[in-house]
């Protein structure tokens, strides 16, 4: 009491500013021992606890952000994943109006940088229009072509590489942020830098492309001029896979999060989709995304060579549902004197051939998607299969069957420009089908293991 009282002065004497800066005094003997002795108030020591421990964790969360990589990714990355896969399937769309509106070679150079603006002046318009009178298809195809009549065709080219320089950036230099600011998984982050390159490819495959259709060597001599089929499917390709990487990489995130939010429920999902019932349909499924893409690029192959215009009825083509043996490997397109080259040049190069193929390729999806459809609706495998992957089927047949209706039209209308674009976006609205369902039924690893991570620490 005496050790109290000589500290009772100081507080009364002093200033304010100077209690302040002073150091703080450890506690009286007196206090020491109220407190030892419970007659002291706890609420005031649990809420310091409380606040230490509080900044313990944000302390910890703290130097868990510093390190590289996170284990999650941020759902705004997902969403500007999806909404970059939004922009690749609408260039995807508009590409086929540039090739069917034939404007695709109206800008005969590739300039990545100045050619993002168009000609200003009447003096580089007519720059321009002297360089396209000297192309193959200005001399064949359009002689009769005016100033105003080019400028159609050129901003539709114009708009085409925009559209592409668009995707590029806003692409590339997000996803430079995000791994420069550690703000994605390791995972991710390789993927970020997948989909950058393979950008970066298909500019240059696309005026790869492009270059084939301003040389006379590249096609045969009378012929309507037109882009090699081989560059032509590779940029189609391209943009397919591209558009594929961005879409599931968008999906994953957001499933891993939404799976992470409530652990329980997703250990529980995860052991109905890893039901070895289900094991037949995930491998048919995987197998069907392989045909979808496939037939797609057989179609490619089919408006490279304008093979849609060859035979335009169906079931049939003429006389029978096949054409002659003789026209469907003619020599003609053979190279070689030994006619080695003979079948697969006719499959790659005929456009009777190519027409063939890709029927058939169409008719087998489609019947092998409703088969897929007819299997997930039996017995156990109903039981087992989740509900949103009995949608994800339902919707993939929907999908099919729609597109199976736009190519007959397209083909028996003689490939209007509406329908044949319609077409070219329903293959990839079909492989959307076919990709989002495979990712229904199945989980990756490195998404069980957080799963798994996260259980043990709230088990306690």
């Not at 968008?250 to 992470?260: A, Y």
């Not at 109903?382 to 397209?410: C, D, E, M, W, Y």
Request: net charge positive; glycine share 6%; charged share 20%.
């Amino acid at each position: 009491m005496r050790r109290a009282a000589l500290q009772v002065p100081s507080k009364f004497f002093v200033c304010n500013q100077c209690l302040r800066q002073a150091p703080r005094r450890s506690p009286s003997p007196i206090l020491n021992i109220v407190r030892s002795r419970g007659y002291a108030d706890a609420k005031p020591l649990e809420n310091l606890a409380a606040k230490s421990a509080a900044a313990a964790a944000a302390q910890a969360q703290a130097q868990a952000s510093k390190e590289f990589p996170k284990k999650t990714t941020s759902k705004g990355v997902a969403m500007w994943l999806l909404g970059s896969a939004a922009s690749v399937f609408g260039i995807v769309v508009f590409g086929g109006l540039t090739r069917l509106t034939e404007s695709g070679l109206s800008i005969t150079e590739w300039k990545p940088v100045t050619g993002s603006l168009p000609p200003m002046s009447t003096a580089d318009w007519e720059a321009e229009f002297e360089k396209y009178r000297a192309s193959p298809e200005f001399k064949i195809l359009n002689p009769h072509m005016n100033l105003d009549e080019f400028k159609k065709i050129y901003y539709m080219e114009w708009t085409h590489r925009l559209w592409g320089r668009f995707i590029g950036l806003s692409f590339v230099l997000p996803s430079l942020y995000f791994v420069a600011r550690r703000k994605v998984s390791p995972k991710m982050a390789f993927n970020l830098l997948g989909i950058s390159s393979l950008i970066g490819v298909q500019g240059f495959i696309g005026w790869w492309m492009v270059k084939s259709g301003l040389k006379d060597d590249l096609f045969a001599p009378g012929s309507h001029p037109r882009v090699s089929q081989y560059r032509l499917t590779a940029h189609l390709a391209t943009a397919f896979i591209c558009y594929s990487w961005m879409l599931v990489s968008g999906i994953t995130i957001l499933r891993t999060r939404r799976m992470l939010a409530d652990p329980a429920a997703a250990a529980t999902a995860i052991k109905a989709i890893q039901n070895p019932v289900l094991n037949t349909l995930r491998r048919s499924v995987f197998g069907i995304t392989g045909l979808v893409f496939l037939t797609a690029m057989s179609g490619a192959l089919v408006a490279g060579l304008d093979a849609g215009l060859i035979y335009n009825e169906f079931p049939k083509m003429g006389l029978g549902y096949a054409p002659p043996k003789s026209e469907l490997f003619d020599k003609f397109y053979s190279r070689k004197e030994d006619r080695s080259d003979l079948w697969w040049r006719n499959m790659l190069e005929n456009p009777s051939l190519v027409q063939l193929d890709h029927r058939i390729l169409a008719i087998t999806t489609f019947c092998t998607i409703l088969s897929l459809w007819a299997y997930s609706r039996t017995g156990k495998v109903f039981a087992a299969l989740p509900r949103n992957a009995k949608k994800g089927t339902t919707g993939l047949v929907h999908l099919v069957t729609l597109q199976a209706a736009l190519g007959i039209s397209t083909l028996v209308y003689m490939v209007p420009t509406h329908l044949a674009a319609t077409h070219q976006a329903g293959a990839l609205a079909v492989l959307t089908g076919a990709l989002v369902l495979s990712h229904r039924l199945h989980v990756p690893k490195s998404t069980v293991r957080l799963i798994e991570k996260r259980l043990k620490q709230i088990k306690p």
